[in-house]
């Protein structure tokens, strides 16, 4: 069975593509809900275009391809380069400084989710019949510290038994 996509593109962004990549980046493994709940509540400039066109995106699902929005999942973030001003800026003794107005492209790829598989971080995940404090291979988890953890706190009750 293939997975139906659907795809948002917000374009010429004022802002400089590399500030929303960088928030693009926070939320992208994230459920939709936790990444719309986080965009609505950063103070970044980058969330409003960001959640705008992730919102977007969950309509063109809704819309055209009859998908709820709670079975849908952030593939793709892609933030690209969009056209770029150019200011002068004159400085003393006849010399110039460019300054460069970035503006940013935003594409939001989503897709449906398949049943059972792992969503993102905190979403839907398999259960395992391994006990607690094992890794994948059944060995017991340990520190590397804990040896030392362990002969610390015995070295120290037995001074406060010798005191």
Same mark, same amino acid.
């Given at each position: 069975m293939t997975k139906k996509q659907t795809i948002a593109t917000a374009k010429y962004i004022r802002q400089s593509p590399r500030k929303i990549r960088a928030l693009a980046n926070l939320v992208k493994d994230y459920s939709l809900k936790e990444t719309l709940k986080f965009l609505s509540l950063s103070i970044k400039k980058a969330a409003r275009p960001l959640e705008k066109a992730i919102r977007s995106a969950i309509a063109n699902a809704e819309h055209n391809l009859g998908i709820d929005q709670d079975n849908l999942r952030i593939k793709e973030l892609q933030i690209g380069p969009g056209p770029t001003t150019r200011r002068l800026n004159i400085r003393a003794r006849g010399k110039r400084d460019i300054i460069r107005k970035r503006s940013a492209h935003i594409r939001?790829?989503?897709?449906?989710?398949?049943?059972? /598989?792992?969503?993102?971080? %905190?979403k839907i995940a398999k $259960?395992?019949?391994?006990?607690?404090?094992?890794? +994948? $291979? %059944?060995?017991? /988890?340990?520190?590397?510290?804990?040896? +030392?953890?362990?002969?610390?706190?015995?070295?120290?009750? $037995?001074?406060? +038994?010798?005191?």
């Open positions: 939001v790829i989503l897709e449906e989710i398949v049943a059972g /598989k792992k969503v993102g971080k %905190g $259960k395992t019949d391994r006990p607690e404090g094992t890794d +994948k $291979k %059944g060995k017991e /988890k340990t520190s590397k510290n804990d040896d +030392k953890k362990g002969v610390r706190k015995a070295s120290r009750e $037995k001074k406060s +038994k010798d005191k």
